[in-house]
């Protein structure tokens, strides 16, 4: 990680630290500014004119507006209108691996150095790149827990120092290591304060009685090379005893980066920031979550989970490392109340990703692009000029940005104090008088105390009027029209305005004219009281090249139709009109009646004089540049002709010689076709009858015959069966005069 001129150090807590405006309202002259610095501060887009005699000496906040709007009323190029602007004052080029164990001529950021000029509510943009090199020199501080329950992790890393030294140097070249150790405030309640626990914290202990006195924080080794010199004073180490937990970690920290005590978790992070100094807590599962929560108040920080021997220490080590490795994220330092700033952070995807100042996925040599925007809410009351840094979290490399706000008018440098512009009497300023107490007047050529009725008179229209048409204020028998947030109010009486003209669907001159005191002056190719009446007759032309088919006339661009039954929008549509067919009509059948003479018949000749008579045999139905007519004449032949416009306005006419007539047909051939048909259709009828019959005359038998065959039993056979007779034996005997009775009769 990065190597700052003052060591960097990594803490561990068990732990330790690796150091790597409205629609239509025109906002510039609705702001009353009556100044140039107050025009600036409107808005970025509002511009002040400091011409002389620019505009009406009636409305001092007209020299406010749009730069458009100025150049438009003839201020040409006089007029103040800074924009916000970057420029890059050292740019050095990154590097792609560290080069020299100091690590000073290692560029890891660019540009250095930027200087910002800003006009309040206008950004300005710039670029910086930051790349991870490789073999950066990287120092490791391992300050260790030594309370008693770290006992067995202190057995465990012994030899830490070696194998660490080993697995970095796969990493970085140049790496070494320093170490400390705390317990915690040796004040109660945190530790043992009685008399008796001075010299032996663990008297009482039955686990482990011996122990040596509690202490805050001991710096044992600093920075070096040597590992063997950190693995000897690893095993000089004993553990003490403390009263409660968490122990005094964050003191521990804070004094091993700058010597300080008794620390916030803001004054931590602040001073770990400011020495590029990345921490990394190493704590138990069951602390995990705590110290995670810590990561969002200290920038550059990473946590890892702690084995309960400390085995796993070295891989937690690397694992840190390569986590603070793959990221890159931006720190703004000393940035000025009243500066916005705005990141898009451009990461190895290739997205960009705006409102984000952190690239996370990173390998060593990649970069990370950024695009900063500045905007100044206001402008500074004393200090016009402010520094601030950017500087990626645990990085030596910073961007220093100085910044300068455009707040003041270049035209004010060149004052002109009792100026003859201002008679005598004022400050002549960017185009305007600064009149001296107790002078008025846009010249200051009133003086405060003299009669004003004589001049209040010469700001009446006429005897009666309101002083200034009520929109202005008499000052020097001149008026000084108020401003409108609708428009302009100008004249000599303010008796003029841009916005009370006629509006068409509420757009002022129905947005084809400009208004001039109350009257809408049109555009070129526009008429009316509201300029809504267009003078192009192009939309009313018809298919046919006739001004709204000659059924109506073009109105305003659009076709009005005077032919009864005629809509449409070029009155094309009239069902109830003669069409052309009927117009030709009496032109063809004159032609047919004088079929041997036509030329010598006046009449025809006025019916057919804008016509090109054809005469064919047969006429082409298809012809699609045609239109096709037929009618039927007395004879009930049908006529037809077609009929084409010709460019000279005349029509060709295609008529054929003779009507198309049909012969008569045969009555006799008709009856018995008819009675032929009848006899046909009832044959075949009753064949089919006959067919259905038959059909269902089968199934039935079919039927039939199928029940018969699965009854069970014939009827000789069936035991349900009885015959009609019966015969029965009887028995009997009964006694007839004293005489048996044996079946005979006497």
Same mark, same amino acid.
């Given at each position: ?66 730069? !458009? ?6 201020? *040409? ?160 180490? %004993? ?5 409660? !937990? ?25 001073? #770990? ?16 979550? #705590? ?65 984000? %100042? ?15 925007? !500045?905007?100044? %809410? ?42 003859? /512009? ?20 846009? /010249? ?9 009725? *004589? ?35 100008? *004249? ?10 006629? %509006? ?11 208004? @001039? ?35 109506? @006339? ?8 005077? $032919? ?80 084409? $416009? ?26 018995? !076709? ?53 015969? @029965? ?18």
């Amino acid at each position: 990680m990065p190597r700052a001129p003052a060591p960097l150090y990594a803490c561990l807590l068990g732990l330790c630290a690796l150091v790597p405006s409205l629609p239509g309202l025109n906002i510039c002259t609705s702001g009353s500014a009556t100044s140039c610095e107050e025009c600036l501060l409107i808005h970025p887009k509002c511009a002040w004119c400091f011409k002389e005699d620019f505009g009406s000496l009636r409305s001092v906040t007209s020299r406010c507006d749009l730069e !458009a709007n100025l150049v438009k009323n003839g201020c *040409g190029g006089e007029f103040e209108s800074p924009a916000s602007s970057t420029r890059v004052l050292r740019s050095l080029p990154l590097s792609s691996k560290g080069s020299s164990p100091t690590s000073s001529d290692v560029i890891q950021m660019t540009p250095q150095q930027v200087a910002l000029s800003l006009r309040p509510g206008d950004k300005t943009t710039f670029q910086l790149q930051v790349r991870q090199v490789e073999d950066y020199p990287v120092d490791l501080y391992y300050l260790m827990d030594l309370s008693l329950s770290m006992k067995d992790d202190l057995d465990s890393i012994r030899n830490l120092g070696t194998k660490l030294a080993e697995e970095m140097r796969k990493l970085t070249s140049n790496f070494r290591l320093g170490f400390g150790s705390f317990v915690d405030k040796n004040i109660s309640p945190f530790s043992y304060t009685a008399p008796r626990y001075q010299t032996n914290p663990c008297i009482g202990y039955k686990l482990f009685p011996n122990c040596v006195p509690s202490f805050g924080f001991r710096h044992l080794l600093p920075l070096t090379d040597r590992v063997d010199s950190f693995n000897e004073e690893v095993r000089k180490q %004993r553990v003490s005893r403390n009263r409660d !937990a968490p122990e005094g970690g964050f003191d521990a920290i804070l004094q091993a980066a700058v010597c300080k005590d008794y620390p916030s978790l803001a004054l931590l992070g602040e001073k #770990l920031a400011e020495n590029n100094i990345n921490l990394i807590f190493a704590v138990t599962k069951s602390h995990y979550m #705590l110290y995670k929560n810590f990561t969002a108040l200290i920038p550059g920080t990473t946590v890892e989970i702690l084995h309960g021997d400390s085995k796993n220490i070295i891989q937690l080590i690397i694992n840190a490392y390569n986590s603070i490795r793959s990221k890159v994220e931006l720190s703004v330092w000393d940035q000025p109340e009243d500066l916005n700033l705005f990141f898009t952070a451009t990461c190895q995807d290739g997205m960009s990703y705006p409102g984000q %100042r952190k690239c996370e996925g990173l390998k060593i040599g990649d970069t990370a692009s950024f695009e900063v925007s !500045a905007e100044a %809410r206001s402008c500074p009351g004393k200090h016009a000029e402010h520094t601030f840094t950017l500087r990626p979290v645990g990085f030596r490399d910073s961007l220093e940005v100085g910044v300068t706000y455009s707040c003041r008018c270049g035209c004010s440098t060149g004052l002109e104090p009792d100026s003859a /512009r201002c008679s005598g009497n004022g400050t002549y300023v960017c185009g305007l008088c600064d009149c001296n107490p107790s002078y008025l007047g846009t /010249r200051c050529e009133c003086q405060e105390g003299e009669s004003q009725s *004589g001049y209040q008179n010469l700001c009446r229209e006429a005897e009666g009027k309101p002083l200034c048409s009520g929109r202005g204020e008499c000052s020097c028998n001149q008026c000084s029209c108020f401003e409108s947030e609708f428009g302009k109010i100008y *004249g000599a009486f303010c008796q003029c305005d841009n916005f009370s003209c006629a %509006r068409n669907r509420g757009v002022l001159c129905s947005g084809h004219g400009e208004c @001039h005191c109350g009257e809408c002056k049109c555009h070129a190719g526009y008429i009316g009281d509201n300029c809504n009446c267009s003078t192009d007759i192009s939309t009313c032309l018809a298919k046919d090249g006739q001004i709204c088919s000659d059924r109506g @006339h073009c109105v305003c661009g659009q076709c009005q139709c005077t $032919e009864p039954g005629a809509f449409g929008e070029t009155c094309e549509k009239c069902p109830t009109c003669p069409d052309a067919c009927s117009t030709k009509r009496d032109c063809v059948e004159c032609l047919l009646l004088h079929v041997g003479d036509p030329a010598d018949n006046q009449t025809c000749q006025n019916l057919c004089k804008d016509e090109v008579i054809t005469w064919v045999d047969t006429i082409v139905k298809d012809d699609q540049e045609a239109a096709l007519c037929f009618y039927k004449t007395a004879k009930d032949c049908v006529m037809m002709f077609a009929y084409t $416009e010709l460019p000279s306005g005349r029509a060709n006419l295609t008529v054929l010689r003779e009507p198309e007539c049909g012969t008569a047909p045969n009555a006799t051939t008709i009856l018995l !076709a008819v009675v032929g048909s009848i006899l046909l259709i009832g044959i075949a009828l009753l064949a089919i009858w006959k067919l259905l019959v038959t059909i269902h005359d089968r199934r039935e038998f079919a039927k039939f015959q199928s029940e018969r065959s699965r009854a069970r039993y014939e009827m000789a056979s069936n035991p349900l069966y009885r015959k009609p007779i019966s015969t @029965h034996t009887v028995d009997f005997t009964f006694n007839k005069f004293n005489k048996p009775y044996n079946g005979t009769v006497d």
